[in-house]
């Protein structure tokens, strides 16, 4: 017989109780049952004797049902099995009894102990030592009921009758070992196939995620080749402007001294045009700004920020817009949560961020009760501290969820937006050996993780 693996000894030997309780109480219920109901042979074959038999087999279920509360799941399942073995011991003995009160070897009642026994053999689903106890017994009750019959024993009808029922006792006990190696088998298997499937699902899930990391590295490694890139050419360009702008700028004061010379008509139209040229002028500049911030991001010092803190200044910067929207926001992040960052320049990230939230917030329509919102969770993982901001807008759509970091991609109309903001936000946590990622579902949520240091380390895709 297969020996269990110590792994699975303390599974099976629970799940071989449950079995074994579960079909030990239908052997006492069909036990209980089925005896008296062989009543009816007992008044063919010993009519003067049928009343006496009746109330024997009466008295057997009695015991029968008075076994079964021993069975529910409060007693203990730590004699299940000898239990099992007094369900068997209650019908073969009464048996017995009436072998003995009759015609002692010649009573065909044998047939009956030998039926009890495969019926109990098949339903208890019996061990091998427990079929071998069972058997036994069997052999010692019909034996004992023989030879101290009060009728004449024929030891020619003993010994044929003994050999019917040694022939079927060692039959039971032998199909009882298989079925129990069969069980065990099967429970191994079963077993090392579940456990087999756990591993492969844990692999999956660990290869699965693995793929996820790379793809993100990929993403991360793309977007930081396109952010070296551009950041070489924007530091060409902003010098390549900034001496055109300064002789606009030259240009512009002269005008501005002559401009005063003119008759007050002229000069009211010329004031009007000499106004447009500083509004485009200082467009320009906050261009140049933000490719100044984008092109040399993480200059300003870091340092241990709180959170809590840098969150309550940047909301008021943007609680005016969030009251005229009705816009719900929640703030929860980890007590005392910090990273290792510039103050100023984090602010300027998570003001970017947010603003983001509230224009999605504001081209989406709510209905049902649904009220527009922003939820800030936060946590620390790894020595890590993360940041997640989710709002109920509109999303980002799929096309555009690989490109939102990518510089001057806006999905804003002509004016309303440069296309720098996420890409500087990239690169300014980034600078800091942090990283931002959005994921998005289309119509219902947009979320931007920031994964932000909690203490000094080298950037590892700083220009």
């Known amino acids: 017989m297969q020996a269990i693996p110590p792994e ?6 629970e799940h071989e109780q449950e079995l074994t309780l579960r079909k030990t109480k239908w052997g006492c219920v069909l036990g209980a049952g089925l005896v008296p109901l062989f009543s009816g042979l007992d008044r063919y074959m010993y009519p003067e004797q049928a009343r006496e038999f009746l109330v024997a087999r009466l008295s057997c279920a009695a015991l029968m049902v008075a076994l079964y509360p021993s069975l529910v799941p409060r007693f203990s399942r730590k004699y299940i099995r000898l239990r099992g073995v007094a369900i068997l011991f209650l019908p073969t003995a009464t048996i017995a009894w009436m072998i003995f009160r009759t015609t002692g070897a010649a009573s065909p ?11 109990l053999a098949v339903l208890l689903d019996w061990s091998f030592w ?4 069972s058997v036994s017994l069997v052999w010692l009750l019909y034996l004992l009921a023989c030879l101290f019959s009060p009728a004449k024993a024929d030891l020619g009808i003993i010994a044929n009758n003994w050999f019917f029922m040694v022939s079927t006792g060692i039959t039971i006990i032998i199909g009882t070992w298989y079925h129990s190696d069969l069980r065990q088998r099967d429970f191994v298997t079963g077993r090392r196939l579940e456990k087999s499937q756990r ?6 899930d660990a290869l699965n995620q693995a793929n996820r990391e790379i793809k993100a590295a990929e993403m991360q490694l793309v977007q930081s080749e396109k952010m070296s890139s551009l950041g070489r050419f924007s530091a060409g360009l902003m010098h ?37 040229i500083e509004d485009g002028l200082k467009r320009v500049d906050n261009l140049i700004s933000d490719l100044r911030t984008f092109t040399h991001p993480g200059e300003q010092p870091a340092e241990t920020v709180e959170l ?26 980890v007590p005392g949560q910090t990273a290792w960052f510039s103050r100023n320049q984090f602010i300027l990230v998570l003001v970017n961020v947010l603003e983001n939230a509230i224009d999605a917030l504001g081209e989406k329509h709510f209905s049902n009760g649904e009220q527009p ?3 800030i969770t936060g946590r620390y993982e790894n020595d890590r501290s993360l940041i997640f901001i989710r709002d109920n807008g509109t999303g980002i759509k799929l096309e555009n969820q690989a490109k939102i970091f990518d510089p001057f991609f806006t999905t804003k109309d002509i004016g309303k937006g440069t296309g720098l903001g996420l890409s500087i936000c990239f690169g300014i946590i980034r600078g800091y050996g942090g990283s931002i990622s959005a994921a998005s579902e289309p119509g219902k949520y947009s979320e931007f993780t920031l994964d932000l240091p909690t203490a000094p380390n080298k950037p590892e895709n700083a220009n």
């Open 109 to 119: 009642y044998y047939a009956g102990l030998i039926l009890v026994l495969m019926f």
């Open 240 to 276: 390549d402007i900034l001496n055109p702008l300064n002789y606009i700028r030259t240009g512009l004061f002269d005008l501005h001294k002559k401009n005063r010379r003119l008759p007050p008509d002229l000069q009211k139209d010329s004031d009007a045009t000499l106004a447009d």
């Open 308 to 333: 809590a803190d840098v969150f309550d200044t940047s909301l008021r910067f943007i609680s005016n817009e969030l009251k005229e929207k009705n816009i719900l926001l929640e703030l929860a992040l």
């Open 8 to 13: 699975f000894r303390t599974a099976y030997d």
């Open 373 to 375: 919102a922003i939820h």
């Open 130 to 133: 427990q079929s071998v106890a």
């Open 199 to 204: 591993e492969l699902a844990a692999q999956n």
